[in-house]
Antibody, heavy 120, light 107 residues
Framework: QVQLQESGPGQVKPSETLSLTCTVS??????????WSWTRQSPEKGLEWIGY???????NYNPSLKSRATISIDTSKNQFSLKLSSVTAADTAVYYC????????????WGQGTMVTVSS | DIQMTQSPSSLSASVADRVTITCRAS??????LNWYQQKPGKAPKLLIY???NLYSGVPSRFSGSGSGTDFTLTISSLQPEDFATYYC?????????FGQGTKVEIK
């Protein structure tokens, strides 16, 4: 059974870059049947999709992030990562990684989430 | 972006009640609609994909219907473990957008 686990700093300073990693166990990020995504949740904005990556390296991002997000994949470590640059307090949220099935376009497996606070 | 509007925002119900939550899209999304359940402090869990397909392991008391712009999630007989917040999400066009959520509380 596939499991996902987010990791990364719980606090980031304004204007710096938020970096999170999602480690996948029980499955492979190299599988062509899935995409690997990031979603965040805050009281102000609710659930907000950030973007996804496929094992081919193709990506798709939410335009609302104004090109600040970058998602990458490391097949050797069975991980994928999120970098969000120039963060502000509005980026404070719980960040979730997830696995979605290409056939259904639905995120069926999620990590437990990690809280990131943007504060000096 | 496609706007997703859920109603009601919250509801109170008793165990064994039949509960219906609606989700309306700002434009047609065919059947590209997923439903999630979220409990406090936990990640969302997929319940329904493609508007009406039950995800693996999800109890059969959950069902979904609809197409175009109007969708419903029905819980046929509410169980204690079903008290949670429910979200719809469209996967028709990018960016995939979520509804604001419907909180199901104990009456």
């Amino acid at each position: 059974q596939v499991q996902l686990q987010e990791s990364g700093p719980g606090q980031v300073k304004p204007s710096e870059t938020l970096s999170l990693t999602c480690t996948v166990s029980g499955g492979s990020v190299s599988s062509g049947s899935y995409y690997w995504s990031w979603t965040r949740q805050s009281p102000e904005k609710g659930l907000e999709w950030i973007g996804y990556i496929h094992n081919t390296g193709s990506t798709n991002y939410n335009p609302s992030l104004k090109s600040r997000a970058t998602i990458s994949i490391d097949t050797s470590k069975n991980q994928f990562s999120l970098k969000l640059s120039s963060v502000t307090a509005a980026d404070t949220a719980v960040y979730y990684c997830a696995r979605g099935t290409i056939l259904t376009s639905a995120d069926g497996t999620w990590g437990q989430g990690t809280m990131v606070t943007v504060s000096s | 972006d496609i706007q997703m509007t859920q109603s009601p925002s919250s509801l109170s119900a008793s165990v064994a009640d039949r509960v219906t939550i609606t989700c309306r899209a700002s434009q047609t999304i065919s059947t590209s609609l997923n439903w999630y359940q979220q409990k406090p402090g936990k990640a969302p869990k997929l319940l329904i994909y493609g508007a009406s397909n039950l995800y693996s392991g999800v109890p059969s008391r959950f069902s979904g219907s609809g197409s175009g712009t109007d969708f419903t999630l029905t819980i046929s007989s509410l169980q204690p473990e079903d008290f949670a917040t429910y979200y719809c999400r469209q996967s028709y066009s990018s960016p995939g957008t979520f509804g604001q959520g419907t909180k199901v509380e104990i009456k």
